[in-house]
T-cell receptor
Framework: GIQVEQSPPDLILQEGANSTLRCNFS?????LQWFHQNPWGQLINLFY???GTKQNGRLSATTVATERYSLLYISSSQTTDSGVYFC????????????FGTGTRLLVSP | SAVISQKPSRDICQRGTSLTIQCQVD?????MFWYRQQPGQSLTLIAT?????????ESGFVIDKFPISRPNLTFSTLTVSNMSPEDSSIYLC???????????FGPGTRLTVT
């Protein structure tokens, strides 16, 4: 099946720093979504981004489908950005079923 | 978007027993899914909950272990049967809502099996 790898696995930042998270996938996909899982376990949908670039406040994401990767940018990080970031892809035959990546655990310290 | 609730939020169960988890959505949705997140791991899809027909299970998951019901377009249940400590996980339901294909998740049910 499709493989979805994220890097780095762990990231520690000082408040105010910027970061880039990467998601690589091994096959063509219908769509890609980024999620943030907060320390209480709730998953929040950040972006639905099968291709191109989107921005939402301090967050932006870019997906280059032809090269099978996506990037999530976090600028001016805040302690509330801490948690685990997952990318998830829908396979070409997926019927909206998501395959989740390995995750990046982010800790933002004050 | 959609507002999703799950019951219970957490439970501690004895080995060999069963637990039924409920998922309620505030609007009618076509697609509803159940995922498992083992401790420190990513999420894995268990099954698609189909309204009016049997659920569609992913490889490695079977109906006898994880029976699913979906009586209408706003509600589903997942039962974890004959539990063992390896079933200790967070179980999450998700839906695809509206005209986009964005997927939204419930708050999860944190299950510990002793």
């Amino acid at each position: 099946g499709i493989q979805v790898e994220q890097s780095p696995p762990d990231l520690i930042l000082q408040e105010g720093a910027n970061s880039t998270l990467r998601c690589n996938f091994s096959d063509s996909v219908n769509n890609l979504q980024w999620f943030h899982q907060n320390p209480w376990g709730q998953l929040i949908n950040l972006f639905y981004i099968p291709s191109g670039t989107k921005q939402n406040g301090r967050l932006s994401a870019t997906t280059v489908a032809t090269e099978r990767y996506s990037l999530l940018y976090i600028s001016s990080s805040q302690t509330t950005d801490s948690g685990v970031y997952f990318c998830a892809v829908e396979r070409r035959t997926g019927f909206q079923k998501l395959v989740f990546g390995t995750g990046t655990r982010l800790l933002v310290s004050p | 978007s959609a507002v999703i609730s799950q019951k219970p939020s957490r439970d501690i169960c004895q080995r060999g027993t069963s637990l039924t988890i409920q998922c309620q959505v505030d609007s009618q949705v076509t697609m509803m899914f159940w995922y498992r997140q083992q401790p420190g791991q990513s999420l894995t899809l268990i099954a698609t909950a189909n309204q009016g027909s049997e659920a569609t299970y992913e490889s490695g998951f079977v109906i006898d272990k994880f029976p699913i019901s979906r009586p209408n377009l706003t509600f589903s249940t997942l039962t974890v049967s004959n539990m063992s400590p390896e079933d200790s996980s967070i179980y999450l339901c998700s839906v695809v809502a509206g005209l986009s294909y964005e997927q939204y998740f419930g708050p999860g049910t944190r299950l510990t099996v002793t």
